[in-house]
């Protein structure tokens, strides 16, 4: 994957959904500096002297979803950093995030034509009370890691990728209240959707339907 660093963007990512046409697939956008960075449910994302980078995937039917999370998590396996996937896809270490992806698709004349894979890793660090923690490590070095391990997730297939997201989950099994109703996350879709069951139903649920940190039951 080619590394193409830019000192300062708005978005990595934005600026991947605006400059696709430019580049070709398996290029890797990084930014020193982001002013705009965003995350999921239209969240800022903000940055000091953090990784922020995107990877453009072209006309590629890979579960980003799934390979994301694990080629940081396999990254910091090889410092000795031992991570785990909140669902559905942020790094935490101690209960603390370390790490946030935003994946986006682009459609043309109907199709998926692209994904853009945007990865922030906190490497500086962070107040305490913002509940983030960081990795003391070389951004380069960990970026480089991480897109080794990215290639070798890639030819992988959906169900071994799950067993993997499955074993560094820090919330299979838990309790959650949903609706009104305490279910047990007993495991996830292939399209990472929460598989929920209790004694009466099991039901599945998706990302955008239940806020995860505010319903599990302590
Ligand atoms: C989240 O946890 O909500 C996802 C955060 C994703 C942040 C990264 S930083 C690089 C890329 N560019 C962005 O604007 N966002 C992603």
Not at 139 to 161: A, D, E, H, M, Q
Not at 195 to 210: H, M, Q, R
Request: glycine share 4%; with cysteine.
């Amino acid at each position: 994957m080619k590394i193409i660093e830019f000192n300062e963007l708005p978005s990595t990512n934005t600026y991947l959904k605006e400059n696709h046409n430019n580049y070709s697939t398996n290029t890797v956008i990084r930014a020193l500096k982001q002013t705009n960075g965003r995350g999921r449910f239209d969240r800022q994302w903000l940055s000091d002297d953090d990784l922020t980078f995107s990877i453009l995937f072209k006309e590629q039917n890979a579960n980003h979803h799934l390979i994301a999370p694990l080629a940081i998590v396999y990254a910091l396996l090889s410092y000795n950093i031992r991570a785990q996937i909140k669902w559905p896809n942020d790094i935490y270490i101690n209960d603390k995030k370390l790490a946030g992806i935003l994946i986006e698709c682009i459609y043309e004349q109907g199709k998926k034509s692209c994904d853009i894979v945007g990865i922030g890793i906190n490497t500086s660090k962070k107040n305490n009370e913002l509940n983030a923690t960081f990795v003391n490590v070389d951004s380069s070095t960990l970026l480089s890691s991480i897109i080794r391990c990215y290639k070798k997730l890639l030819p992988v297939g959906n169900s071994f990728l799950l067993n993997l997201y499955r074993s560094y989950s820090s919330v299979l099994g838990l309790t959650i209240h949903y609706k009104g109703i305490d279910y047990q996350i007993i495991n996830f879709t292939e399209d990472l959707k929460l598989i929920l069951e209790n004694a009466d139903n099991t039901i599945i649920v998706s990302a955008n339907e239940i806020d995860i940190k505010s319903s599990i039951v302590k």
